[in-house]
């Protein structure tokens, strides 16, 4: 025992500080993700059922067809646990994988083939969380570096208990893995360009191909470490002039893209090496036929699909123009009521507000005040501030005119900027002298903001996904934002939870997300908004509520429409509204649509008397 508290004290405070911290991150995330007592955890949400069997089948099999718009490094890292536990069937035999149907073959992975659900997922999430704390230990290390151990203590604090980071950190995306890669390749060019060795160029090379590899949004590093190149070469100007620095600087850049690309083609290979030339040919075929322009790059691809070396870099250019065309495209959008069929322009400011932590808002905004209240003369705190403000500028800008609005997510990437940003402001405060005439009163709000933070976010566990900050009501939630803002299929183990309490019978249930409803509830009718009003039961996700608004005006279907005028009996875990509507109420006062009805498209029933009574 004494020989142990030996060890234990000479273990310095500065690590055991920041180790608690994100051991306390990863409790959070392990046990709202997996549940603890009786607080079921998350089910499965939307896009893991396309990506656990993709990087499953990529390991095991060495096969692509799955999910080639995202790169392969992070769903590699999911299914590594998969694979080595030996006892896990994959999806190869289902008729799915044969027919290159992802979201099948995940279904039929994890709830058809004999797997344990809950197993796959833990497994499967347990490298995604090893991920995120990876990140926070990057971050803390560039925040110690750049404002000292207290700020950085600070700045690790903020990440650690930001919801939405928890939220997406603990499920098999590819959100958070891509914030992991923009810090990374930062980091190292900046260490590139400073120090111009052979070392730094190698490993900045080697840090971007591996941004590259976990999610396609990391091309837009490109254009941002060129503007760093212009901003480096115009900072050291008075040296050798700025032409001089700039050719120095830019040969960098292209070392430095080069051993990315590298990286990029041999990572590729492996994971290519067994898919099949006819399969190959047909993915080129099926997911860039929308457009004719792509033609003449449909044949370019052809000509490598044959050889594994040469598919693996065509493989990857698949994937990125299969990534313009998802973004170019949009989604179904809804924010505070607005619904479009693309995007809405001021969709993700908006959504900023509504889901950041007012402690980080609160920070962030007083960063910015301070840094256009003093921007600095010396060079090398420039540089410092363009190396935070333009990747975060750049991502707002390329984000905001994309047509993808449906999940706050997309600007995970972002986050860190921000808090070394809020780290840059609050430096002089941390680390003055306590003064209780002059700075005091600021160093007290830090603390209380700190303080906020923490009780906001435990107080959401452990409903991360549909976390919004105090400015929204709990139970209005579903009328702000849905999708992965808020409804990504996370709480279908929380439903079945209360169904059983409640003890309820029979329930309808209109379930957005990646879980199976019948599979954990036998209680489970399966409905749709198009089937008309109902009586008895029922629960609907916020998505298809709010989306059928405009499928079903738009097709000339019933939407939920008529469940406006009903409050919710329970909203379970933010996301997913469960109605007890009584049958005397629709024969009395019958439900109508705001737009004529066609025909409808109910299970069995013509008639819009009997549907569901």
């Known amino acids: 025992m004494k020989s142990q508290n030996k060890i234990w004290h000479k273990i310095p405070y500065k690590y055991l500080v920041p180790g608690f911290i994100l051991l306390f991150m990863f409790l959070l995330s392990v046990f709202s993700s997996r549940g603890i007592g009786n607080i079921p955890g998350d089910s499965g949400t939307v896009d893991e059922i396309a990506h656990i069997p993709s990087g499953y089948t990529y390991l095991k099999d060495l096969d692509y067809r799955l999910n080639p718009e995202h790169p392969p490094l992070a769903k590699v890292l999911a299914g590594v646990p998969l694979v080595l536990n030996g006892d896990i069937k994959g999806p190869e035999s289902d008729v799915s994988f044969k027919s290159i149907n992802q979201w099948e073959s995940g279904w039929s992975m994890i709830y058809r083939s004999g797997n344990n659900p809950a197993t796959v997922f833990f497994l499967s999430r347990l490298p995604m969380m090893l991920l995120m704390i990876g990140l926070g230990l990057l971050l803390f290390k560039w925040a110690v570096e750049l404002f000292g151990w207290k700020v950085g203590v600070i700045v690790l604090f903020l990440y650690a208990l930001y919801p939405d980071v928890i939220a997406h950190g603990r499920l098999v995306t590819t959100d958070v893995a891509a914030a992991f890669g923009y810090v990374l390749a930062i980091y190292a060019f900046d260490k590139a360009v400073t120090k111009q060795t052979f070392q730094s160029i190698l490993l900045a090379g080697l840090a971007l191909g591996l941004a590259e590899l976990l999610k396609f949004s990391g091309i837009l590093l490109y254009p941002i470490l060129f503007i760093f190149v212009i901003i480096r070469s115009s900072l050291d100007k008075e040296k050798k002039g700025f032409w001089c620095n700039f050719r120095l600087n830019l ?11 590298a990286l990029i083609w041999i990572a590729y290979i492996p994971f290519v090496w067994k898919t099949p030339a006819d399969i190959e040919h047909k993915l080129i075929e099926t ?83 301070q840094i256009i209240r003093g921007w600095p003369k010396q060079k090398e705190v420039k540089w410092l501030l363009s190396l935070l403000i333009i990747p975060w500028s750049v991502y707002w800008i390329f984000t905001l005119k994309g047509s993808l609005n449906i999940g706050i997510r997309h600007l995970l990437p972002t986050i860190p900027f921000v808090l070394l940003m809020i780290g840059y402001a609050i430096y002089p405060i941390v680390n003055a002298k306590w003064n209780w005439r002059k700075l005091a009163y600021k160093q007290i709000i830090l603390v209380l903001l700190l303080a906020y933070l923490a009780v906001s976010t435990v107080s959401n566990f452990p409903n991360f996904i549909a976390y919004f900050n105090e400015m929204t009501p709990r139970d209005k939630r579903y009328t702000r934002l849905i999708d992965s803002s808020l409804d990504w299929g996370q709480d279908l183990l929380r439903l079945k939870q209360y169904v059983e309490s409640e003890k309820i019978s029979s329930i309808k249930v209109d379930y957005f997300g990646g879980s199976v409803p019948s599979y954990y509830m036998p209680e489970f009718v399966n409905w749709h908004a198009s089937y008309g009003p109902t009586s008895g039961w029922l629960a609907v996700s916020a998505t298809f509520y709010q989306s059928s608004k405009l499928i079903g005006q738009k097709e000339s279907k019933w939407s939920y429409h008529w469940l406006d005028r009903y409050e919710p009996k329970a909203i379970i875990g933010g996301s997913i509204l469960v109605f007890n509507i009584s049958s005397k109420d629709i024969r009395k006062n019958p439900p109508k649509s705001p737009y004529p009805i066609k025909y409808l498209d109910s299970p069995g029933e013509k008639t819009t008397k009997k549907i569901g009574l």
């Open 251 to 261: 040969l960098t850049l292209i070392y430095i893209s080069l051993i990315s690309l």
């Open 287 to 369: 997911n860039l036929t929308s457009d004719p322009r792509t033609l003449p790059l449909r044949q370019f691809l052809h000509f490598f699909e044959s050889n594994p070396f040469f598919r693996a870099i065509g493989h990857y250019i698949l994937g990125v123009f299969m990534v313009i065309g998802r973004v170019g495209g949009g989604n179904t959008t809804f924010i505070l009521g607005h619904l479009s069929e693309k995007s809405i322009s001021w969709y993700f400011p908006v959504a900023w507000l509504l889901k950041t932590p007012i402690t980080i808002m609160l920070l962030f905004f007083f960063s910015i005040y």
